[in-house]
């Protein structure tokens, strides 16, 4: 069926080492791909999108660049800071006519812990 | 602020009791969607309505039931409430007629504990 699957967590690392969070979907067709991040006790919000193939979506020092050919979506970022320690969510929609998206659907998300 | 306000952020109540949760979307949004995060089950679609009318039903159950109201806010009723719903309750909303191509922005959720 149709999913989203993220590398498993939880994912440790040292201030300002590289960071990379693998995401793979199966799905006929081309959704629209996003990573959400959550951080203790807030909701999720949007980190990047990307709606085609060979599309990058960037914010914050994060990008995903939309693999069709191996249909993946990682997310990396060249240093991390303590302030990156989250839950990191990726996950893909379609748009349902027009211009309205349908449900999305999440991967089982990824723990990410920065230190000192 | 995200834009999407939930109410109330908390709320704990026995098994058995019925609880009415508040979602209203950003300005202009026409699309509710109200997701159940869990420990086990993660993120989980339960319903999505455009513009007063289910569009979609994902894992909900009967005990659960949604509308959205002229007004574009939304509501979620959880009945017979049992320990395992038990959850974190997120809205969000998407599909404002200004800016087609954002996606979805989330509310900061409710948390519901069944004791």
């Known amino acids: 069926g149709n999913s989203v699957t993220q590398m498993e967590g939880p994912v440790t690392l040292s201030e300002e080492a590289f960071l990379t969070i693998n995401c793979t979907y199966t799905?006929?067709?081309?959704?629209?791909l996003f990573w959400y991040v959550q951080y203790p006790g807030e909701g999720l919000q949007l980190l990047l999108k990307?709606?085609?193939?060979?599309d990058k979506g960037s914010n914050k020092g994060f990008e995903a660049t939309y693999r069709k050919e191996t249909t993946s979506f990682h997310l990396e970022k060249g240093s991390v800071q303590v302030s990156d320690s989250a839950v990191y969510f990726c996950?893909?929609?379609?748009?349902?006519?027009?211009?309205?998206?349908?449900?999305?659907?999440f991967g089982q998300g990824t723990i990410l812990t920065v230190h000192p | 602020d995200s834009g999407v306000t939930q109410t109330p952020k908390h709320l704990i109540t026995a098994t058995g009791q019925r609880v009415t949760l508040r979602c209203s979307p950003r300005?202009?949004?026409?699309?509710v969607y109200w997701y159940q995060q869990s420990l086990d089950q993660g993120l989980q679609f339960l319903i999505q309505?455009?513009?007063?009318?289910?569009?979609a039903k994902g894992n909900i159950l009967e005990r659960f039931s949604a509308q959205q109201f002229p007004d574009l806010h939304s509501e979620l009723n959880l009945s017979s409430l049992e320990l395992g719903d038990s959850a974190l309750y997120f809205c969000?909303?998407?599909?404002?007629?200004?800016?087609?191509?954002?996606?979805?922005?989330f509310g900061s959720g409710t948390r519901l504990t069944v004791v």
């Open positions: 996950a893909r929609a379609w748009r349902a006519g027009g211009t309205s998206y349908g449900k999305l659907t």
């Open positions: 300005s202009g949004d026409l699309s």
């Open positions: 990307a709606t085609k193939a060979d």
């Open positions: 309505y455009y513009n007063g009318e289910e569009r």
């Open positions: 969000a909303s998407s599909d404002s007629p200004r800016d087609r191509n954002y996606g979805y922005t």
């Open positions: 799905a006929t067709g081309y959704p629209s």
